[in-house]
């Protein structure tokens, strides 16, 4: 028996008992399934680095804040020496 013969027969064979239109669906929903998890991956990633970003933005905004209101108990306390000082002259 040649070799072609015997490919011949084993394609003829796999072809009968195996269904490659149910196959490819398949793989065609398992491609789409994987495409679909991905970008909900890419989406979940694009929407944990915007939260990041606003925690960051915060975060520093806080900080302005904290650093603001040092100014302004400086000043006071500057002002209120002042005051004193003059209180003594006077």
Known sequence: MKWSSVLDLLVEV???????????EDIVLWSLDDLVSKVSTLNKDRELGDAY??????????????????????????LQSIITIEFYVL
Do not use: G, P, R
């Open 53 to 78: 970003t606003e925690i960051k933005a915060l975060k520093y905004h806080e900080h302005l804040k904290e650093k603001a209101v040092e100014e302004v108990l400086l000043l006071f306390a500057f």
């Open 14 to 24: 796999s072809m009968q008992n195996f269904d490659f239109s149910s196959h490819f």
